[in-house]
Nanobody, 129 residues
Framework: VQLQAFGGGLVQSGGSLRLSCAAS????????IAWFRQAPGKEREGVSC????????YYVDSVKGRFTISRDRAKNTAYLQMNHLNSEDMAVYYC???????????????????????WGKGTQVTVSS
């Protein structure tokens, strides 16, 4: 599975962006697709995930109500709609996938990133005040 994330850019505080993650291979090759982000000097953290088989979605508290993860099965593409962006959202965003069938919220735990099997290159999100 190869993943390609795009859609980052510069946005004013309070604005919106939609990130896309295009996946190659069969959708059945992975169970969870997730978005992570890494700000300068900080560890990579899970932001949101969706389980491709049962459709469940999860978010970390800092983005609940502002971010929405979705997936287009036909296009084999996942999205992260980000609204009401602020300076704390500024980071490089990565999409990742795992072949583990475990509930997707597992990947949002502090060490969840170590369980991901596939990573795309990051896309920069910059929020200006």
């Amino acid at each position: 599975v190869q993943l390609q994330a795009f859609g980052g850019g510069l946005v004013q505080s309070g604005g919106s962006l939609r990130l896309s993650c295009a996946a190659s291979g069969s959708p059945s090759d992975y169970y969870t697709i997730a978005w992570f982000r890494q700000a300068p000097g900080k560890e990579r953290e899970g932001v949101s995930c969706t389980h491709t088989h049962d459709g469940t979605t999860y978010y970390v508290d800092s983005v609940k109500g502002r971010f929405t993860i979705s997936r287009d099965r036909a296009k084999n593409t996942a999205y992260l709609q980000m609204n009401h962006l602020n300076s704390e959202d500024m980071a490089v965003y990565y999409c990742a996938a795992t072949v583990s069938p475990a509930p997707c919220q597992v990947v949002l735990t502090p060490r969840g990133r170590y369980g991901m099997d596939y990573w795309g290159k990051g896309t920069q999100v910059t929020v200006s005040s």
